[in-house]
Every structure is written in structure tokens, then in C-alpha cells.
């Protein structure tokens, strides 16, 4: 167990320009969950996927965002013409069915100048 | 929608002393979980304590415990003997359906805690 895995942690990138983050979750969780966190809150509900299925996502999610999970593994997010009100930790987690919590990554901060 | 209130955005508490973080939540909903995350500085959040709603008996880990007050929807967490380590932000959780469901959690906006030396 190596734990979720984030990349990258640390993204800046210039306003209009688009960023992808990666997400490798605990190998046996089929559960993968994607949330947005701003300074000073708790995190926020982005998506949910159950093995490479999409299905949930939150209004949040404008259509300048985009994740996948091909082949219910590793998982991707995406957002297009970045805006600075796109700047947050976008954590990433996973969990295995029949289990109460989640096992979180460390995240990855994304600053949009 | 559920929320989480987290009244208290910071706390300090002298190290081995005891220290207690609120939270109350909206539910319509009878069946659901209330959890107790910690994210320490620049690291990712781990869970410090489950309660499961249809559990009268409060939930303890170690130092760490709460007080489930279903009626009046509130679910503090009491941290004994604080240590340096506990130094982190708290979140409170909610979570609704038993556990093959996919339901999100929804977070509160944390508790900062500072242990002082």
C-alpha cells in the first residue's frame, strides 16, 4: 500500500493556459473521488468515479473541466482556459467498496497568474 | 443539502492539556456517518475518528474522541493529553447511506489548532 499518489504537487501557470493533474490511487479502491479545496475551507466535491465510470459530478465542475479514468486505474483532471478563481489544492481520493473513509493524497496546489 | 458548521476557525490549546472542537450538521437523513479528518501543514488529511449515526456509544480512538449528540446534531471532538503533533487543521465530515453507496462527504471550513509548548 504506497498510498495515493499526486502529480504534480506544486502547478502555476498563466491565466488562460491548460494544466492536468494526475491521480494514482490505492491499487485494490475501485472508489475515486476528486475535491477542491480554497484557502481557508474545507474541501469541495468535484467528481466521483466507481472503476473507470464517471457517476457524479458536481456543479462545480464547469465545462472547462474534464477528468477521466480509462480503464479504472489512474485518473486524470483536467481544466481548459485556466482563471484565477481556478486556484486551489485539488485533493484526490480513493476508497474500496464496503469502506467507510477515504484515503486521501497530498494534493496538487494549482496557482493561475 | 447537508452542511457542516465548524464555529470555531481557531483554537489553542498548552500542550498535554485538553482541548474540544465543535461541529454541527443539517441532515434530514437517519442514516449516515460523521468523521473527524486532520490535515497537518503541506500534508495530506488522515482520519482521526469515525461515528456511525445509529451508534448511541461515542467513538474513541486513543486521545482523540467524540460526543455525538444526534438530536441536536452535534459532533465535537476532544482531543486529551494534546501533543505538538496535533498541530493541524480539523475538519468535520458528513457522509450519508451505508458504505457500498458512493455518496460524497461534505466537509466543514476546519478548526486550526495550535499547540503551544
Known amino acids: 500500500d504506497t498510498g495515493v499518489s499526486q502529480n504534480p504537487r506544486h502547478k502555476i501557470t498563466k491565466r488562460g493556459q491548460n494544466v492536468t493533474f494526475r491521480c494514482d490511487p490505492i491499487?485494490?479502491?475501485?472508489?475515486l473521488y476528486w475535491y477542491r479545496q480554497t484557502l481557508g475551507q474545507g474541501p469541495e466535491f468535484l467528481t466521483y468515479f466507481q472503476n473507470e465510470a464517471q457517476l457524479e459530478k458536481s456543479r462545480l465542475l464547469s465545462d472547462r473541466f474534464s477528468a477521466e479514468r480509462p480503464k479504472g486505474s489512474f485518473s486524470t483532471l483536467e481544466i481548459q482556459r485556466t482563471e484565477q478563481g481556478d486556484s486551489a489544492m485539488y485533493l484526490c481520493a480513493s476508497r474500496k467498496g464496503g469502506y467507510y473513509g477515504y484515503t486521501f493524497g497530498s494534493g496538487t496546489r494549482l496557482t493561475v497568474v | 443539502a447537508q452542511t457542516v458548521t465548524q464555529s470555531q476557525p481557531e483554537m489553542s490549546v498548552q500542550e498535554a492539556e485538553t482541548v474540544t472542537l465543535s461541529c454541527t450538521y443539517d441532515t434530514s437523513e437517519s442514516d449516515y456517518y460523521l468523521f473527524w479528518y486532520k490535515q497537518p501543514p503541506s500534508r495530506q488529511m488522515i482520519l482521526v475518528i469515525r461515528q456511525e449515526a445509529y451508534k448511541q456509544q461515542n467513538a474513541t480512538e486513543n486521545r482523540f474522541s467524540v460526543n455525538f449528540q444526534k438530536a441536536a446534531k452535534s459532533f465535537s471532538l476532544k482531543i486529551s493529553d494534546s501533543q505538538l503533533g496535533d498541530a493541524a487543521m480539523y475538519f468535520c465530515?458528513?457522509?450519508?447511506?451505508?458504505?457500498?453507496?458512493?455518496?460524497?462527504?461534505?466537509f466543514g471550513s476546519g478548526t486550526k489548532l495550535n499547540v503551544k509548548p
Open positions: 465530515a458528513y457522509r450519508s447511506g451505508p458504505p457500498a453507496n458512493f455518496n460524497k462527504f461534505y
Open positions: 491499487s485494490e479502491h475501485n472508489r
